[in-house]
């Protein structure tokens, strides 16, 4: 029988990948998209097996609606608490009032759980989300997958390509779990078919360390690249303090000071996947850190290191 999948979040980076990965499966697609917006239909029009509805955030009857004979429904909204904590409980009212067997929120990060209160906002907003998931009458699996691996060509700052530096906080040997959005993506739609799904999956397309990443870059580029100590975690942690007081960032999701936190919670460990389980969906093909890597180097087929 198939599966009606209803998406939130459907037109964004990782949303759509969602929805691509839904596509081959037998999965009927329900995009959610807000009143008056053009993108979903943009991007899929008349596709076969997506169905296209609007609703508000605001509006628990239009939400009823859309959710309607869903069985899952999969969140990838993306914001701050007005968006993972507040449109994301709307929508989980709505899904049971409707009956809706299974709720995936947007997650798709490092563990969130285990964090020091205060050590970083926006898996703080996931964690306050997840204890009103737990608390409703709905199944619910979080896909958790350390960091997205495709962040490390040059969004996250890890890596400084023209000095051929790899920096690290605290230790170099502290393992560190990325994954692809793509990966993600494919993982979120074998999650959504899974009726047997346990609360939490995790994936990792690499488990490394910054020791191993440095490694491997020298061995991709045959230029030597070392590591550079940026300090402990506690004093990155105090710099993003003081950098989040300072900032006028205007509420956005990801400022500079937020990703300062992301790192503290992967290099102190709090953040580290304990559990991961990428054979759960069978032998699948994964993107490691040395494919991101190779592929915006432009060195492909060097022997892999990771």
């Given at each position: 029988?198939?599966t009606?999948?209803?998406?939130?979040g459907a037109t964004?980076?990782?949303?759509?990948r969602?929805?691509r990965a839904?596509?081959?499966?037998?999965?009927h697609?329900?995009?959610l998209t807000?009143?008056?917006?053009?993108?979903?239909?943009?991007l899929?029009?008349?596709?076969?097996?997506?169905?296209?509805?609007?609703?508000?955030?605001?509006?628990?009857?239009a939400?009823?609606?859309?959710?309607?004979?869903?069985?899952?429904?999969?969140?990838?909204?993306n914001g701050?608490?007005?968006?993972?904590?507040?449109?994301?409980s709307?929508?989980l009212a709505?899904?049971?009032?409707?009956?809706v067997?299974?709720f995936?929120p947007s997650?798709?990060?490092a563990d969130?759980r285990s964090i020091?209160?205060?050590s970083?906002?926006n898996?703080?907003?996931?964690?306050e989300f997840?204890?009103?998931?737990?608390?409703?009458?709905?199944?619910?699996t979080?896909v958790l997958?350390?960091?997205?691996?495709?962040?490390?060509?040059?969004?996250a700052?890890?890596?400084?390509?023209p000095?051929h530096r790899?920096?690290?906080?605290?230790?170099?040997?502290?393992?560190?779990?990325f994954?692809?959005?793509?990966?993600?993506?494919?993982?979120v739609a074998?999650?959504?078919?899974d009726?047997?799904?346990?609360?939490?999956v995790?994936?990792?397309?690499?488990?490394?360390?910054?020791?191993?990443?440095?490694?491997?870059?020298?061995?991709?580029?045959?230029?030597a690249h070392?590591?550079?100590w940026?300090g402990?975690t506690?004093?990155?942690?105090g710099?993003s303090?003081?950098m989040?007081?300072?900032?006028?960032?205007g509420?956005e999701?990801?400022?500079?000071w937020q990703?300062?936190?992301?790192?503290?919670?992967?290099f102190?460990?709090?953040?580290?996947?304990?559990?991961?389980?990428?054979?759960?969906?069978?032998?699948?093909?994964?993107?490691?850190?040395r494919?991101?890597?190779s592929?915006?180097?432009?060195?492909?087929?060097r022997?892999?290191?990771?």
């Amino acid at each position: 029988m198939t599966t009606t999948v209803l998406v939130a979040g459907a037109t964004g980076d990782l949303g759509h990948r969602i929805v691509r990965a839904l596509g081959d499966h037998d999965a009927h697609v329900r995009v959610l998209t807000r009143p008056g917006s053009d993108s979903a239909r943009a991007l899929w029009g008349d596709t076969e097996g997506i169905e296209i509805v609007e609703a508000s955030y605001t509006d628990p009857d239009a939400l009823a609606a859309a959710t309607a004979g869903v069985d899952v429904v999969v969140s990838a909204v993306n914001g701050l608490r007005p968006v993972i904590v507040d449109a994301q409980s709307a929508l989980l009212a709505a899904a049971v009032r409707s009956g809706v067997s299974r709720f995936i929120p947007s997650d798709y990060s490092a563990d969130y759980r285990s964090i020091a209160p205060g050590s970083n906002r926006n898996f703080e907003l996931r964690r306050e989300f997840a204890a009103t998931l737990d608390a409703a009458d709905i199944r619910a699996t979080s896909v958790l997958n350390g960091a997205f691996a495709d962040m490390l060509t040059g969004q996250a700052p890890l890596i400084l390509f023209p000095r051929h530096r790899v920096l690290f906080w605290s230790s170099a040997d502290q393992v560190l779990d990325f994954t692809t959005k793509d990966d993600v993506a494919r993982t979120v739609a074998s999650v959504a078919l899974d009726e047997h799904a346990p609360r939490v999956v995790e994936v990792a397309g690499s488990s490394i360390t910054a020791r191993q990443i440095a490694h491997m870059l020298t061995t991709l580029t045959g230029t030597a690249h070392r590591l550079q100590w940026a300090g402990t975690t506690g004093t990155l942690a105090g710099m993003s303090s003081v950098m989040r007081r300072l900032s006028r960032d205007g509420g956005e999701a990801f400022p500079a000071w937020q990703g300062m936190q992301y790192f503290v919670s992967m290099f102190s460990g709090q953040a580290q996947l304990r559990h991961v389980d990428n054979d759960r969906y069978g032998k699948v093909s994964w993107t490691s850190v040395r494919d991101v890597l190779s592929a915006h180097l432009g060195v492909p087929g060097r022997a892999s290191t990771d």
